[in-house]
């Protein structure tokens, strides 16, 4: 049997994790995303979607590797922003195999006219467009449904947005917020949201001018005549541990930044919560009730971030807030 004839287009791969299955009967449905139909599917082909914790979106057509994995990545951001909005638990992934299979095993089955893809990617991967290439898989899991709407309405209203605008250390953010969604230990989500939060609060810094301020003090104080050395040192110190901005402090002018100081309040009990948890082992019988709470203090906080780069991109209504 000849080799595989290689093709002059290429098709992405974009596979990731559910919590909550989908609750759609047929093996594969298509959606509009930027004007092209996307199939998505179980990763099993013969398993209807409800059945599926592991979904794979494709589109071929593409006439390089490069345009596809572009495209791909763009859907995998508008997928993990959706996914935040409507509270849908999900694993976007890092590109990295679960699943791989030996070359000599992938060369065998070709000498028998069968194409198998040598590994089962976590994330975005791009393939020859060929409807005979396998991907190899194993899969077991628990069952649990969510409906498809509006997370795949979302997933195509968000890619025709302007998510260029979205920097990627607030994507991070989002990845960070999806792995505590995704999360079953409730004692993890409360650190994971956490986490996302303070990652992104920690954009905020000391401004040009008041560096500036702190600089020129140290310069009095090395130039001064009227203190002693020790004095001069101590001083000096005392300013250079005022430069990495507390991420306390760091947080509540954050969210001054958003306009949700009100939140503040909340958020500062939720550190007193989060330290007794993790550092002395109180309110466990409340783990639960305090992951809930941070969960929609992160994901009002994480999506109005989105919405201050892109206004009204990320949907608000999954996170109500007590103080609204």
């Given at each position: 049997?000849?080799?595989?004839?290689?093709t002059?287009?290429?098709?992405?791969?974009?596979?990731?994790?559910?919590?909550?299955?989908l609750?759609v009967?047929?093996?594969?449905?298509?959606?509009?995303?930027?004007?092209?139909?996307?199939?998505?599917?179980?990763?099993?082909?013969?398993?209807?979607?409800?059945?599926?914790n592991?979904?794979?979106?494709?589109?071929?057509?593409?006439?390089?590797?490069?345009?596809?994995?572009?495209?791909?990545?763009?859907?995998r951001?508008?997928?993990?922003?959706?996914?935040?909005?409507t509270?849908?638990?999900i694993d976007?992934?890092?590109?990295?195999?679960?699943?791989?299979?030996?070359?000599?095993?992938?060369?065998?089955?070709?000498?028998q006219?069968?194409?198998?893809?040598?590994?089962?990617?976590?994330?975005?991967?791009?393939?020859?467009?060929?409807?005979?290439?396998?991907?190899?898989?194993?899969?077991?899991?628990?069952?649990?449904h969510?409906?498809?709407?509006?997370f795949l309405?979302d997933?195509?209203?968000?890619?025709?947005?302007n998510?260029d605008?979205?920097?990627?250390?607030?994507?991070?953010?989002?990845?960070l917020?999806?792995?505590?969604?995704a999360?079953?230990?409730?004692?993890?989500?409360?650190?994971l949201?956490?986490?996302?939060?303070?990652?992104?609060a920690?954009?905020?810094?000391?401004?040009?001018?008041?560096?500036?301020?702190?600089?020129?003090?140290?310069?009095?104080i090395?130039?001064?005549?009227?203190?002693?050395?020790?004095e001069?040192?101590?001083?000096?110190?005392?300013?250079?541990?005022?430069?990495?901005r507390?991420?306390?402090?760091?947080?509540?002018?954050?969210?001054?930044?958003?306009?949700?100081?009100?939140?503040?309040?909340?958020?500062?009990?939720?550190?007193?919560?989060?330290?007794?948890?993790?550092h002395?082992?109180?309110?466990?019988?409340?783990?639960?009730?305090?992951?809930?709470?941070?969960?929609?203090?992160?994901?009002?906080?994480?999506?109005?971030?989105?919405?201050?780069?892109?206004?009204?991109?990320?949907?608000?209504?999954?996170?109500?807030?007590?103080?609204?």
């Amino acid at each position: 049997m000849p080799p595989h004839d290689k093709t002059s287009t290429y098709r992405l791969r974009f596979r990731f994790r559910v919590v909550a299955f989908l609750d759609v009967e047929g093996t594969s449905i298509t959606f509009s995303v930027g004007g092209r139909e996307v199939r998505l599917r179980g990763q099993d082909p013969e398993i209807a979607i409800r059945n599926s914790n592991w979904l794979v979106a494709s589109l071929g057509g593409f006439q390089s590797p490069e345009q596809a994995r572009n495209w791909a990545e763009r859907l995998r951001r508008a997928t993990a922003i959706a996914a935040a909005g409507t509270r849908y638990a999900i694993d976007v992934g890092d590109d990295r195999a679960t699943t791989a299979v030996s070359q000599i095993l992938v060369d065998q089955l070709r000498a028998q006219g069968l194409t198998l893809h040598p590994q089962n990617v976590h994330g975005v991967d791009v393939l020859e467009d060929d409807d005979d290439i396998r991907v190899p898989l194993f899969n077991a899991s628990i069952i649990v449904h969510s409906k498809p709407q509006p997370f795949l309405s979302d997933i195509e209203r968000i890619f025709s947005g302007n998510l260029d605008k979205i920097d990627d250390k607030t994507y991070r953010a989002i990845l960070l917020f999806d792995a505590a969604l995704a999360s079953a230990e409730p004692l993890a989500r409360v650190v994971l949201m956490v986490a996302a939060v303070e990652w992104l609060a920690e954009q905020g810094s000391w401004s040009s001018l008041q560096k500036d301020a702190l600089s020129a003090a140290k310069s009095v104080i090395a130039g001064s005549t009227t203190l002693e050395p020790p004095e001069r040192d101590e001083l000096s110190s005392a300013i250079d541990r005022l430069y990495p901005r507390s991420i306390r402090r760091a947080v509540r002018l954050f969210l001054e930044e958003l306009g949700l100081a009100s939140l503040w309040p909340q958020w500062d009990q939720l550190y007193s919560d989060r330290s007794g948890l993790v550092h002395e082992g109180k309110g466990r019988e409340r783990v639960t009730q305090i992951a809930d709470v941070a969960t929609s203090l992160a994901g009002r906080i994480v999506l109005a971030t989105i919405n201050r780069a892109v206004p009204n991109l990320a949907r608000l209504d999954a996170y109500p807030i007590a103080a609204d």
